[in-house]
Antibody
Framework: QVQLVQSGAEVRKPGASVKVSCKAS????????IHWVRQAPGQRPEWLGWINVGNGNTKYSQNFQARVTITTVTSANTAYIEVSSLTSGDTAVYYC????????????WGQGTLVTVSS | QLTQSPSSLSASVGDRVTITCRAS??????VAWYQQKPGKAPKLLIY???TLHSGVPSRFSGSGSGTDFSLTISSLQPEDFATYYCQQFKTYPLTFGPGTKVDIK
């Protein structure tokens, strides 16, 4: 069965960076794009960007383009998101999600990784 | 930009519930609907505005095109109490609506 398993919770100080991983299993990793979404407490989900795993092309939200980098290691079936210059406003649960095969929609999601930014 | 109404509603088991999502500009049918329960990732219900995702109960349905969309639950079940979000895929950045919380009356 399709699974996306993310790395554990992280705590960082303002100004630091964080890198979250998302390991895929149960399907052909290079065949489906991976998106990253974050959700602050009590807020709606917020899309950060996506990667075409097959060719490595990326697209980022303009709101985060300068601070977010999405990569993959295809030999390990793993996607990553790195967020730099963290502030308290980046405290959120970060999710990876797979793009559905038939039409736009995120059909499988990771369990989420809580990133806390605090001095 | 997406708006949803209502922002919350109280309903009973067996009720028919409709949630609406409005886009500030036309997005054809590039809309998905998700259900989210506390502490869990969103779960895909509907894509392409009206296509039921595999494994989702048939009491869920979606409709609409252009700027106005709706998600209907024909007979609310206990496991349906959750927050529902619409999402548009027409333009970047991909965005979610503010959510509709459905709780027990």
């Amino acid at each position: 069965q399709v699974q996306l398993v993310q790395s554990g919770a992280e705590v960082r100080k303002p100004g630091a960076s964080v890198k979250v991983s998302c390991k895929a299993s149960g399907y052909t990793f290079i065949s489906y794009p991976i998106h990253w979404v974050r959700q602050a407490p009590g807020q709606r989900p917020e899309w950060l960007g996506w990667i075409n795993v097959g060719n490595g092309n990326t697209k980022y939200s303009q709101n985060f383009q300068a601070r977010v980098t999405i990569t993959t290691v295809t030999s390990a079936n793993t996607a990553y998101i790195e967020v730099s210059s963290l502030t308290s406003g980046d405290t959120a649960v970060y999710y990876c999600a797979r793009d559905a095969p038939l039409a736009p929609g995120f059909d499988y999601w990771g369990q989420g990784t809580l990133v806390t930014v605090s001095s | 930009q997406l708006t949803q109404s209502p922002s919350s509603l109280s309903a009973s088991v067996g009720d028919r519930v409709t949630i609406t999502c409005r886009a500030s500009q036309g997005i054809t049918t590039y809309v998905a609907w998700y259900q989210q329960k506390p502490g869990k990732a969103p779960k895909l219900l509907i894509y392409g505005a009206s296509t039921l995702h595999s494994g989702v109960p048939s009491r869920f349905s979606g409709s609409g095109s252009g700027t106005d969309f709706s998600l209907t639950i024909s007979s609310l079940q206990p496991e349906d109490f959750a927050t529902y979000y619409c999402q548009q895929f027409k333009t970047y950045p991909l965005t979610f609506g503010p959510g509709t919380k459905v709780d027990i009356k």
